[in-house]
């Protein structure tokens, strides 16, 4: 047995650490966290000031007697969990469960996973960092807090098995307040004026100039005189301004501004994003992924200069050291940084070389010079005018940092680059080509994609780099926010343009709001976040979650307790919990939208059990209310009366088919063609209003068809195994769980036999944990001499 253990988090990291430690070291995995509160009651003894009350999970067992015997064969063990918060909370664990004894025990930690790096660790170890646990211990304390007596609230005033959270219940809120913003946005037009001039230059070669004017119009009058005036007008260079700019590189990445660029340039979501840089981290490309920091090492700066130099040469060269401005940054001691800098790109999946290529262009352009830029403004004189044109171009002087990398933006109406403007002179005569006065629309709001809403959140003061990724996965899973895209819409617009001393008047189409990879709040969500707002104004208000994460730097600092912390929030929290319960009315969202002219009954919409519906009458009335789903693309926020009615119309039976009834209907999941006791989905492109029996007909063939064809062979009793042809390829199914079929097999050829062969050598999909840990994989059809052990 090697004298020393080493536990990290994960499998991969023990993998790589491994490779730069001697035989004298085991270094094993505690796959995470191995105890969290426990799942049975709160998991928090109020009576004891707040004592967590922590339990092993059924699935860490096995790793915690493992890690038990393995530590007292040890001389030696070193804790080297990652270096945040979250990181030394498993570190604590570790030594809680495992009883370990502090004059053998150490705590290390580093930002790459390197050999120098963890060879250093190992020189200059340190003790667990209570107060970092203690801030760690409050956060999981209150969040179980917050959800453990918000969500019963919320299962008997609004909906059964909904849950709230501390830091996902204010992300839904910004969504739900941009929707809203959104939907009360009247655009508002105004006149764009751009002119196309002609002149010479000095060979007598004509040039073009382009040129806006510097004033819009808010009416078609205001704009149709102005080019009236225009047609007698004289036009000449008034001012030539020509003035040196400079652009300077972006810091390195942080947590969330790798999460930003990540969607903008590569197109991941930030869940994505955080998976392929764990990996990059796990394999020793990059450094520590969950920082808020900017800074980079003495190392590392010296290792960009280098690389800088090798690469384009010592005047490309200007070594910065950035100041992070984030008031609360204190995940990580540097930004994220490839471990190795003259490492242009990493083997490894088509996304971690993207991803890490981004990492090493943000990282090695932040240390290099900056672009010099020429700029020029032509001003345009309008005789009798007082209004004057201008035209502006810029000219790259020296690339600098724009060599390798240019840092986007959210702007997708940004343009970066500037037109050239030729070389014109002061007082020079222009011919006016043509004058166009455009109508223009002031734009809406732009929804949160991903990266934006991280962007806010930081902004906001609200959570850190380590919960960002997952908020947003959680909102999502809970169907409080649904990511999406919008088609555009046909929206008409008045363009006047001055030719040859004519004016034309056009009324032309354009596409507008397209939008993709949106976060739209659902109905439920909207109704949550409402409720509790009205009743939970401290817990859904920005300034107070923002606090919190304050009072959480303060307890790692060691200014305060964890405990007082969380004794005054539960103090003043619990008893509105009880108001709540008691007095609060149950939200459903209800809108009233009229009455409906056939029955003269009012016509509402509302949260129901299973979603958004519209209802003709009320629970008062002698005559049973009549319901109808709304559909997926409708939103009780926003719907309008006639199409609430247009949803009575269903379901339509519109023809026969095989003897049988064809019927289009919504369901909970939307809306659907029901044949012969069969369910066949409508295509979002089909509108269930005007779907013709032959169209119903058509995507029921379809579906009989894919069916068909999925279905490559069946075998076994009852037919228990099924080869079937998938998303992804061929694979084969056994009491449901889904085998893969490896390269080079034809599915075809598959007996019963060679399926059971391949569940033995693969791990049972819903088992895949046990496998790897040595527990027998559980089957149905394997007896327990055939099982692997």
């Not at 709230?164 to 655009?187: K, P």
């Not at 990398?405 to 959210?410: A, G, H, P, W």
């Not at 007082?564 to 539960?570: Q, V």
């Not at 006791?677 to 005007?690: H, R």
Request: hydrophobic share 35%.
């Amino acid at each position: 047995m090697p004298k020393n253990l080493v536990i990290v988090e994960s499998p991969a990291k023990a993998k790589t650490i491994e490779k730069f430690l001697g035989n004298e070291y085991l270094v094993m995995s505690s796959f995470g966290h191995i105890r969290d509160l426990a799942e049975k009651g709160i998991g928090i003894d109020f009576e004891n000031n707040y004592a967590p009350q922590y339990a092993v999970s059924k699935d860490k067992k096995k790793i915690v007697s493992a890690l038990k015997k393995a530590s007292k064969e040890a001389e030696m063990v070193w804790l080297a969990s990652d270096e945040d918060r979250e990181g030394e909370a498993i570190a604590w664990h570790l030594f809680e469960e495992l009883k370990l004894k502090s004059d053998n025990t150490r705590r290390i930690v580093f930002h790459e996973i390197t050999k120098d790096a963890i060879l250093h660790a190992i020189k200059t170890p340190r003790s667990i960092d209570l107060n970092l646990v203690d801030a760690q211990q409050a956060r999981r304390v209150l969040d179980r807090i917050v959800g453990f007596e918000l969500s019963p609230v919320l299962w008997r005033k609004v909906r059964p098995s909904l849950s709230a959270g501390r830091v996902q219940s204010v992300a839904v809120r910004l969504i739900v307040e941009r929707e809203r913003e959104i939907n009360q946005f009247i655009a508002e037009a105004t006149y764009r004026i751009s002119g196309i001039f002609n002149s010479v230059d000095k060979n007598g070669m004509p040039i073009e100039l382009k040129a806006e004017l510097q004033q819009r119009f808010n009416t078609k009058a205001e704009a149709q005189t102005f080019l009236e005036k225009c047609k007698e007008a004289q036009f000449n260079i008034d001012n030539i301004v020509t003035k040196p700019a400079k652009k300077s590189p972006a810091p390195p990445f942080t947590t969330s501004t790798l999460q930003q660029d990540a969607a903008r340039k590569l197109g991941f979501s930030v869940s994505q994003t955080m998976q392929v840089a764990q990996r990059l981290y796990e394999a020793g490309k990059i450094t520590y992924m969950r920082t808020d920091s900017v800074n980079l090492s003495d190392l590392a700066l010296g290792a960009s200069k280098a690389e800088i130099i090798n690469m384009a040469g010592q005047k490309y060269v200007h070594i910065r050291k950035f100041s992070t401005k984030s008031k609360g940054a204190q995940e990580a001691h540097e930004a994220i940084r490839p471990s190795y800098m003259n490492a242009h790109i990493v083997e490894g999946s088509s996304q971690e070389k993207r991803l890490y290529e981004l990492i090493w262009k943000r990282t090695i352009a932040s240390q290099m010079a900056d672009a010099e830029l020429e700029k020029t403004s032509i001003f345009i004189k309008i005789s009798g005018v007082q209004h004057q044109f201008a035209a502006s171009g810029e000219v790259i002087v020296f690339d600098g940092f724009l060599k390798v990398y240019l840092e986007s933006t959210d702007d997708e109406n940004d343009t970066e680059n500037e037109s050239l403007l030729p070389v014109m002179k002061k007082g020079e005569k222009l011919l006016p080509l043509e004058i166009v006065a455009q109508e223009r629309f002031s734009q809406k709001p732009p929804r949160y994609g991903e990266a934006s809403l991280v962007r806010k959140l930081e902004e906001l003061g609200i959570g850190r780099p380590s919960t960002y990724a997952p908020t947003i996965s959680t909102i999502q899973n809970r169907l409080y926010v649904e990511k999406g895209d919008r088609q555009p819409e046909k929206r008409d617009y008045n363009v006047l343009k001055l030719k040859g001393g004519k004016i034309t008047d056009q009324i032309k189409a354009e596409n507008t709001g397209v939008e993709k990879s949106k976060l739209f709040p659902t109905d439920i969500g909207t109704v949550v976040t409402d409720f509790l707002i009205e009743n939970f104004p401290d817990v859904l208000n920005y300034n107070f979650t923002a606090d919190v994460e304050k009072e959480f730097d303060n307890i790692a600092d060691g200014d305060i307790k964890w405990t007082a912390s969380i004794d005054k929030f539960y103090k003043k929290f619990h008893p509105i919990v009880e108001d709540t319960m008691k007095n609060s009315q149950r939200q459903v969202g209800e809108r009233i939208l009229g009455v409906d002219p056939n029955s003269g009954r009012q016509l509402s919409v509302k949260l129901g059990k299973y979603g958004p519906l519209a209802q003709i009458g009320t629970n008062e009335e002698e005559e049973k209310p009549i319901f109808a789903s709304l559909r997926r693309d409708q939103s009780i926020e926003n719907i309008s009366m006639e199409e609430a009615l247009e949803l009575f119309k269903l379901p339509r039976h519109v023809g026969e088919f095989e003897n049988k009834s064809l019927t289009i209907a919504i369901g909970r999941f939307g809306p659907y063609i029901r044949h012969d006791g069969s369910f066949y989905s409508l295509p979002k492109t089909d509108d269930p209003m005007e779907v013709s029996a032959e169209r119903a007909i058509e995507i029921i063939e379809e579906k009989r068809e894919v069916e068909k064809n999925r279905i490559i062979k069946t075998m076994g009793k009852d037919g228990e195994i099924q080869i079937l042809n998938g998303r992804f390829g061929p694979y084969f199914t056994c009491n449901k769980v889904n085998y893969k079929i490896p390269k080079g097999i034809d599915p075809i050829s598959l007996t019963h036999e060679k399926c059971l062969e391949l569940i033995i050598a693969q791990p049972d999909a819903g088992n895949k944990r046990n496998f790897l840990e040595g527990k027998p994989i559980q089957n149905r059809i394997l007896q327990p001499s055939q099982r692997r052990k």
